[in-house]
C-alpha cells in the first residue's frame, strides 16, 4: 500500500501529494518579521495543519467517525488516493455522512471498507484477536502524543496484549503463542470469577462463613427433608381447625368456671351443716336452777315472761333449721347441675381436644411445604456448587497444565527459531548502529512465564547512552524495522513533527539521510511533517548536495502561519481532534 495524494472538495484546501519513494515532507514555516512587538512576532508552527494532516490521512483510512469534523467542517470532503498492489483506489469521506465512504466511485459502508483494506493489506489469521487493519495501520501512522511515548506502543493499543501481538504479527513473530496463552489466562481468570461469583449467593457464603462441610450439611439436609414429608403425609387439615380451637377455649373457661362455682357450694353447704349443728349457750335446766336461786328476788309476773322468752327462743331455732336445711337442699340441687354440666362439657372438650391432636390447620401445612421447598433449594444450590467446584477444579487444572504445556512450546520456539527470530530483528541493531555505533542495542524477546497475559517480554533498549532523544531514535528505529519486514503490504511510514523535537541535530541528520536511503533503496515511502527550524538547526550536518536532494526537493507542501489561507485548509477554525 502506498500513498499518492490528499486532497478535498474545498478549493482553500493545500492538497497534498506523495512521493511515489523516498522521503514527503510537509513543513510549518513560521513567519518571520523585524518587528518584535508586531502582532505577528508571536506566530508559531502550531496550528497551521501539520498535525491534522495526518488525522485526515487516518480519516480517510477508516478511522472512527469525528464529531469535531461534522461541527468544525461541514460540508467539506476527503478524497485520498492510494495504490495496493499497483491497482489505484480513491476513497471519499464526508464530514457529515462518515458511515458512508465513496471507494472508487462506488458507495459503501465503513466496515465493508475496513474488511476492503484489511484483505488487501494485512493477512491476518481468523483466530488471531487483537489484529485488525485500524489497529495495524496505526503502527505506521503514528496519531497523537501518546502514540510517542514508548516505540511498542500506540494509542490504539488498549493493553500489553495488544500492542505485543500487533508487534510480533508485523515483524513475522510467532503469534499462535501469544494468543495461546491470553486465551488460557482470560479462561482461568473468568473460571476464577465464576467460584467468586457463586460465593456471594447468601446461601453460599453463610455456609462458609460458619465452616461447615458440605457433604454433612447435605445428609443432614436430605434427613430433615425425608421427615418432613413423612409427616406430611400424615397431615390431615381441618378447614375449621382454629374455629373448633376457639370452641374449645370457651368450652375450657366455662369448665373452669363451673368447678369454681362447685367449690363455693360446696363451701356454702360446709357453713350450713356447721350452723344446724351450733347449741344455745345455757339450757333450760340451767336458767331454772338459776331462777331458784334468785326467785325471791323477782315478781311471779316475771318469771312467766322468762318462760315465755324460753319459748320464744325455742321456735326461732326452729325455723333456723327449716330455712338452713331448705337451703342446703337447693345448693345441693345446684352442685348436681353443675356437676352433670362438667361431665357433658368436658366430654364435649375432650371430643374438640382429640380433633384439634389429630388434625392442623392450613397454614402449618403451608409452612411444612415451605420448609421442605426451602431445605430442597438450599440442598440443590450447595449440591450446585459442589458439582460446579469440582467442575471448575478440573478446568483449572487443565488450564495449569496446559499453561505449562505452553511455556515449554514458548521456549522450544525461541531456542529452534532462534536464527529466524534474530534476523527479523536484526533491522533495528542495524538502524540503532548509524546513531549510536558503540552503544549496544537491540530487541530481545524472552519467554514470559508470570501469571498474566503476555507470552513475550518483548525488550527494545539502545544502552549506555544518555543523548537527548534517544528514546525517539528508538521509536524512530523500531518503526523503521515494522516498515522493512515483508509481513504486510504497508509500503510508507508517516511521522509527526513532534517526534524530532528532541532530538538532537545531528541525530536528525542522521535519520533523515538513513529514511531517505533506506526507502528509496526499497522503493518505500517515509512522510514526515516538520517544523521549518527543525531543519535549518541541522541543516550544517548535510553537504549542500545532500541538504538539496534529502530535503529540500522532497517538500512537497509549505504550511505558514501568516494568514488562515496559507494554512493547510485554506480557512481558520478552531478544529479539536
Request: aromatic share 8%; with cysteine; glycine share 4%.
Amino acid at each position: 500500500m502506498r500513498l499518492v495524494q490528499l486532497s478535498a472538495n474545498m478549493s482553500s484546501f493545500k492538497t497534498v501529494r506523495f512521493n511515489p519513494e523516498g522521503l514527503t515532507l510537509i513543513v510549518g514555516v513560521k513567519t518571520h518579521t523585524k518587528e518584535k512587538n508586531s502582532a505577528k512576532s508571536d506566530k508559531t508552527y502550531n496550528g497551521v495543519g501539520k498535525s491534522l494532516l495526518i488525522e485526515l490521512v487516518h480519516f480517510c483510512l477508516a478511522s472512527k467517525a469525528k464529531d469535531s469534523f461534522a461541527k468544525a467542517l461541514p460540508g467539506w470532503e476527503f478524497t485520498l488516493t492510494f495504490e495496493i498492489d499497483g491497482v489505484t483506489h480513491t476513497v471519499s469521506r464526508n464530514t457529515v455522512k462518515q458511515n458512508k465512504i465513496i471507494l472508487n466511485h462506488n458507495e459503501i459502508s465503513l466496515p465493508k471498507y475496513k474488511s476492503f483494506l484489511e484483505e488487501g493489506v494485512f493477512n491476518i489469521p481468523s483466530d488471531t484477536p487483537g489484529l485488525s487493519f485500524r489497529s495495524l495501520i496505526s503502527k505506521f501512522v503514528r496519531s497523537g502524543s501518546q502514540s510517542y511515548n514508548k516505540p511498542d506502543e500506540t494509542a490504539s493499543d488498549y493493553s500489553l496484549y495488544d500492542a505485543l501481538v500487533r508487534n510480533c504479527f508485523l515483524l513475522g513473530l510467532n503469534t499462535d503463542l501469544i494468543v495461546e496463552k491470553n486465551l488460557l489466562r482470560k479462561e482461568h481468570a473468568e473460571t476464577e470469577q465464576l467460584i467468586k461469583s457463586f460465593e456471594k449467593d447468601t446461601v453460599i457464603r453463610d455456609f462458609f462463613k460458619g465452616d461447615q462441610d458440605v457433604d454433612i450439611t447435605l445428609a443432614f439436609s436430605q434427613e430433615e427433608i425425608s421427615r418432613l414429608e413423612d409427616e406430611l403425609k400424615r397431615f390431615e387439615v381441618a378447614a375449621n381447625y382454629y374455629e373448633i380451637q376457639q370452641e374449645a377455649d370457651r368450652l375450657a373457661d366455662h369448665l373452669f368456671n363451673l368447678k369454681n362455682q362447685i367449690v363455693l357450694i360446696r363451701n356454702a353447704i360446709g357453713s350450713i351443716d356447721a350452723s344446724m349443728r351450733q347449741k344455745p349457750d345455757i339450757s333450760q335446766e340451767k336458767m331454772l336452777a338459776l331462777y331458784e336461786e334468785v326467785k325471791d328476788a323477782f315478781r311471779p309476773e316475771t318469771i312467766k315472761r322468762i318462760k315465755d322468752v324460753e319459748l320464744f327462743h325455742k321456735s326461732l331455732l326452729e325455723n333456723r333449721i327449716a330455712r338452713l336445711s331448705r337451703d342446703k337442699l337447693q345448693l345441693i340441687k345446684e352442685l348436681e347441675t353443675a356437676g352433670g354440666e362438667i361431665r357433658t362439657g368436658q366430654a364435649t372438650l375432650d371430643q374438640k381436644l382429640a380433633l384439634l391432636g389429630s388434625s392442623r390447620a392450613l397454614d402449618q401445612f403451608v409452612a411444612i411445604t415451605n420448609q421442605i421447598s426451602a431445605l430442597k433449594a438450599e440442598s440443590q444450590k450447595l449440591k450446585d456448587f459442589k458439582e460446579l467446584k469440582q467442575r471448575y477444579s478440573d478446568t483449572l487444572a487443565k488450564i495449569s497444565s496446559k499453561l505449562s504445556d505452553a511455556i515449554i512450546n514458548t521456549n522450544a520456539y525461541l531456542s529452534e527459531s532462534n536464527a529466524g527470530i534474530e534476523h527479523k530483528l536484526a533491522p533495528f541493531r542495524s538502524l540503532v548502529k548509524r546513531f549510536y555505533p558503540k552503544a549496544p542495542a537491540g530487541i530481545s524477546l524472552k519467554n514470559n512465564e508470570g501469571e498474566n497475559q503476555i507470552r513475550f517480554d518483548m525488550d527494545i533498549r539502545i544502552q549506555n547512552d544518555a543523548s537527548d532523544g534517544i528514546n525517539e531514535v528508538r521509536l524512530f528505529c523500531f518503526d523503521m524495522t515494522l516498515l522493512l519486514t515483508k509481513s504486510h503490504k504497508v509500503n510508507f511510514l508517516v511521522h509527526d513533527s513532534r517526534l524530532f523535537s528532541d532530538i538532537d541535530p545531528r541525530q536528525r541528520a542522521v535519520l533523515f539521510k538513513t529514511a531517505h536511503e533506506l526507502t528509496k533503496s526499497a522503493g518505500l515511502q517515509y512522510i514526515a511533517t516538520m517544523n521549518e527550524d527543525q531543519i535549518e538547526s541541522m541543516s550544517d550536518q548535510f553537504t549542500k548536495e545532500e541538504l538539496e536532494l534529502i530535503i529540500d526537493k522532497n517538500i512537497t507542501v509549505r504550511l505558514k502561519d501568516d494568514s488562515a489561507e496559507s494554512k493547510l485548509l485554506g480557512i481558520q477554525v478552531d478544529l479539536q481532534y
